[in-house]
């Protein structure tokens, strides 16, 4: 059996705009916290952006507020200017059925025009923290009447350095109030807030074992660093976008790559700190309105962006860590559409794709980037279905007459056809020919482990088929040393008949001796006399170990086992 709205008891009123705003059935954070805050009660909720939570917060606050009261009866604290609109404004969609009235107030808008509406009379108030505090300085926001508060995107106010702005406003409301708290994330600073302000709060966690959106698919692309902007253009080529946000690391970076994929015939612009407010809005307002559909930014500039129907997000450069990954792909695959998310991972970036994955609980795909073959194929197909499309049409007796004068030349029809297409396709741009690197999955460490075991191979094989007693005139000259580079002792310290091995743990890890006897004997299988001298440096060892099991050693040694909780890796000392 589905549950409804109206099984929440909502007032008629907000049922009609919720019918009108073709709300079906409630998401299940809207499904846990509407009957908790109806009753009252404060409340934590762990949701990523786009799963409903603006009505999961807004219903109840304008069920249990009551219109004419002529003064502030509702708060919403949301960390961003567009975040506190775009909250505002699907506020005053779900109120437009009663006479609430619902502002928004944030910077880069006039002080006068905020004024003159909160001394007209407003209900319910969402803004930036900074614009609250401005007015609440200047007399103008009263808030001693304000029952029903809400923190949005708190992980997000409290990373952009609002905390005491937001501790400030919690301070001027009255303790009699309601409480409910929003966030993607649960870092301890939100956590730390919620147990000072918040009483006996029910705690709702939307999935608790993926924090990504399960509407999300999640890929990845093994890449160079140079070849990141070739990747992404393939992909813009292959795939349907329809509108995109990429993330840079830096300012300067998103700039840069905005500039270059209008150069490569993408029309994208850059979003960042240092763009004006005013800037800043005419960017916005060509995205949304797909003018451009591409919009390069930085996390910090897109926080509390909320922008319905992006179908991509693209990870230029890797996320810092997973709570930063959660933010970025929440983005995408909201309302039950489908969304994309592509990371490029460089050769260096192999440990914080692992980071993401543990933390989001969920493997990203690995996936092939397109070749020239593939992206010239999907622009023939692109081109037929027009083609296709304008044939069905009809209406073309004025072409038509210029085919019959064509005909009347010495060129036959498939010419004739061909020089059109070309003529209506002169516009695509250029493929590119640049051939993008293919990354190998193996680590570096890896494939050097790899060659270390060759090399021991390849030794220990020319060994078996030297003669007992002979060496060749080079050997002879180099001492040996040709064919057993790790038996000079002057170069290396070891003893005869040792290799002498480097380990990636030293003693700022805690190592000890007896540590690494038994990591190397006990994990690899060799007896504890096979290994010789050790030393033991600040970050690092140096480990001698018997000829004949070197070559085990080092199969073994691919961070598979461990010595004081840190993955052990050996190779051949240089």
């Not at 690391?249 to 300067?252: C, E, S, Y």
């Not at 073994?556 to 240089?574: D, H, I, P, Q």
């Given at each position: 059996m589905s549950f409804a709205f109206e099984n929440f008891g909502l007032d008629s009123r907000l049922l009609q705009a919720v019918k009108e705003l073709g709300y079906d059935q409630p998401t299940p954070i809207q499904l846990q916290a509407i009957p908790v805050l109806l009753s009252g009660r404060d409340m934590v909720g762990q949701a990523q952006t786009g799963t409903g939570k603006t009505a999961a917060f807004a219903l109840p606050m304008l069920q249990k507020i009551e219109p004419g009261q002529k003064h502030v009866q509702a708060?919403?604290?949301?960390?961003?200017?567009?975040?506190?609109?775009?909250?505002?404004e699907a506020t005053?969609?779900?109120?437009?059925?009663?006479?609430?009235?619902?502002?928004?107030i944030y910077g880069g808008q006039s002080y006068t025009i905020q004024t003159r509406q909160l001394e007209r009379g407003v209900d319910v108030v969402v803004g930036t923290p900074g614009r609250m505090i401005d007015l609440i300085n200047q007399k103008k926001l009263d808030l001693s009447h304000v029952r029903y508060l809400v923190l949005d995107e708190a992980d997000e106010m409290l990373e952009m350095g609002f905390i005491e702005d937001v501790e400030t406003i919690l301070k001027q409301v009255p303790e009699e109030r309601q409480v409910a708290l929003f966030s993607a994330t649960m870092p301890e600073a939100v956590r730390k807030l919620s147990a000072k302000y918040l009483k006996d709060p029910f705690r709702v966690r939307i999935d608790p074992t993926h924090l990504t959106v399960a509407e999300t698919e999640q890929r990845y692309y093994r890449v160079r660093e140079d070849d990141k902007l070739a990747a992404l253009t393939r992909l813009l080529e292959i795939e349907e976008v329809k509108s995109a946000l990429i993330f840079a690391?830096?300012?300067?970076r998103t700039q840069e790559?905005?500039?270059?994929?209008?150069?490569?015939?993408?029309?994208?612009?850059?979003?960042?700190?240092?763009?004006?407010?005013?800037?800043?809005?005419?960017?916005?307002?060509r995205f949304r309105s797909g003018t451009v559909t591409l919009l390069v930014a930085t996390d910090v500039a897109a926080r509390g962006l909320d922008i319905d129907d992006i179908s991509h997000v693209f990870n230029f450069d890797i996320p810092q860590d997973g709570e930063d990954y959660v933010h970025r792909i929440g983005r995408t695959g909201r309302a039950g559409r489908k969304g994309i998310a592509v990371t490029f991972v460089t050769p260096k970036e192999r440990r914080g794709l692992g980071f993401i994955e543990t933390y989001t609980k969920q493997p990203l795909k690995e996936c092939r980037l397109p070749g020239r073959e593939e992206i010239q194929a999907r622009r023939d197909e692109i081109f037929m279905q027009k083609l296709t499309a304008q044939l069905g049409k009809g209406k073309i007796t004025r072409e038509r007459a210029l085919i019959a004068r064509l005909e009347e030349t010495s060129f036959d029809l498939v010419e004739i056809a061909a020089a059109a297409i070309r003529m209506a396709r002169a516009g695509e741009v250029e493929l590119a020919m640049d051939e993008i690197v293919e990354v190998s999955a193996e680590s570096k460490q890896a494939r050097l482990q790899r060659r270390d075991v060759m090399l021991v191979e390849q030794i220990a094989s020319s060994k078996k088929d030297r003669k007992p007693g002979r060496s060749s005139a080079r050997d002879e000259k180099s001492g040996g040393a040709a064919a057993q580079p790790w038996l000079n002792k002057r170069q290396h310290g070891s003893e005869a008949g040792m290799v002498r091995l480097m380990m990636s743990l030293g003693s700022e890890h805690g190592v000890r001796p007896g540590d690494i006897v038994g990591a190397i004997a006990s994990e690899v299988g060799i007896p504890g006399k096979a290994i010789g001298e050790i030393d033991i440096r600040l970050d690092h060892t140096f480990v001698d170990v018997a000829e004949k099991h070197v070559r085990q050693v080092l199969k073994?040694?691919?961070?598979?086992?461990?010595?004081?909780?840190?993955?052990?890796?050996?190779?051949?000392?240089?």
């Open positions: 708060l919403v604290m949301a960390p961003t200017r567009e975040l506190a609109i775009q909250v505002a005053r969609q779900m109120a437009s059925a009663s006479p609430l009235k619902v502002m928004a690391r830096t300012k300067v790559l905005a500039d270059e994929l209008n150069r490569c015939g993408y029309p994208a612009e850059s979003l960042h700190g240092d763009l004006n407010q005013s800037r800043r809005e005419t960017v916005l307002g073994e040694s691919t961070g598979k086992y461990f010595l004081r909780g840190k993955a052990v890796m050996l190779k051949l000392a240089n």
